[in-house]
């Protein structure tokens, strides 16, 4: 990894949240109500959850998606509007824009951005 471009936390979390193209990112996964993780996981073209999508990648526009189905059905409540608490538990939620399927990343285990190495 010599020679590899590093960019800080504070910087990666803003330009997730201000992205509207999609970006990719590495990080460790970790359960810690199973008391699992360890696992290297990378993700090349995603975008935070509930976030401006870029046309035809909206997760809400596939039919049969959770986020579809959720929003087809306004009188019956869903997990996705339940607040996540981000800022207590120091996670994000993303959305693949290649299998519209969500996952949930600990900023603090992010180690890639972009192809550039995290700085915590």
């Keep these: 990894m010599a020679g590899q471009e590093l960019i800080p936390l504070k910087q990666v979390l803003a330009e997730m949240q201000a992205a ?3 970006f990719s990112l590495r990080f460790v996964k970790l359960n810690e109500g199973k008391q699992q993780g360890g696992e ?5 073209s995603v975008l935070l959850s509930g976030r401006n999508h870029v046309a035809g990648n ?3 526009e596939k039919k049969g998606s959770p986020v579809a189905e959720a929003s087809n059905q306004p009188d019956q409540p869903t997990q996705l509007t339940r607040d996540p608490n981000h800022s207590d538990n120091m996670t994000r939620n993303l959305v693949s824009t290649i299998n519209h399927r969500f996952t949930k990343v600990h900023i603090y285990l992010i ?6 190495k995290v700085l915590i």
């Design 40 to 44: 290297i996981v990378e993700l090349p």
């Design 20 to 22: 509207k193209e999609p």
């Design 111 to 116: 180690l890639g951005f972009n192809g550039k």
């Design 58 to 60: 909206d997760p809400s």
